[in-house]
């Protein structure tokens, strides 16, 4: 039997509330490397899959565009193309293995910056206000260009971030029986 819509659109509403949440409080903690605000984003994905996924990516952007400033709508794009990978990923292989995880991990950190970054520049000028600024100021004090300095303190932060992200998704869906019960009738009814 398929998931009913109103269960996904209350777990996609989780989904949102935990990027927005841990994003905001690593954030304010000046976590290095981790910001965890697509973590919501990921499990929607890995649960219901892409196109879910992508809503819920998307909505957590204009969400914190509401709350937060204006500019994160245009991060939005980042946030659905990471629910779009993964979604396509975990409707292909078992998520629930940790190399299937660490794979899908490693893509999306190198996938979410080559994105982030024009977005970045254009909007901020590489600059965003994070503990990253430093990395990207001294890649430009020895010369890099903007994006490329932009694109190398991003791809650093992303690639441990996004792999914690998708390793702590994995935890949760084989942790949390309610969750194993989605991806097996997710998988069945895809099937």
């Known amino acids: 039997m398929k998931t009913s819509k109103t269960m996904i659109l209350t777990y996609s509403a989780m989904g949102i509330a935990l990027n927005v949440v841990l994003g905001t409080v690593v954030s304010s903690m000046k976590i290095p490397l981790l910001f965890l605000d697509t973590i919501g984003t990921v499990l929607i994905a890995v649960l219901f899959g892409p196109w879910w996924g992508a809503l819920a990516g998307g909505l ?25 990978v993964v ?15 660490l794979f899908t991990g490693i893509i999306i950190s190198i996938i979410a910056p080559l994105i ?5 520049v254009a909007v901020y000028g590489g600059l965003n206000g994070s503990g990253m600024d430093v990395v990207v100021l001294w890649l430009r004090a020895s010369g890099e260009s903007v994006f490329a300095s932009t694109f190398i303190s991003r791809i650093t932060g992303n690639l441990v971030d996004k792999i914690i992200t998708c390793f702590l998704v994995m935890f ?16 069945r009814y895809a099937a």
């Not at 500019?71 to 629910?83: D, E, M, T, Y």
């Not at 979604?87 to 995880?101: E, L, N, P, Q, V």
């Open 87 to 101: 979604g396509y990923i975990a409707r292909k292989f078992d998520f629930t293995k940790w190399y299937i995880a």
């Open 116 to 120: 982030g970054t024009p977005i970045a």
């Open 60 to 84: 957590t952007n204009v969400v914190l565009g509401a709350t937060t400033g204006a500019s994160a709508i245009f991060f939005g794009l980042v946030n659905i193309v990471i629910a779009l």
């Open 172 to 187: 949760i869906v084989t942790r949390l029986p309610v969750f194993s019960k989605i991806i097996r009738k997710e998988k």
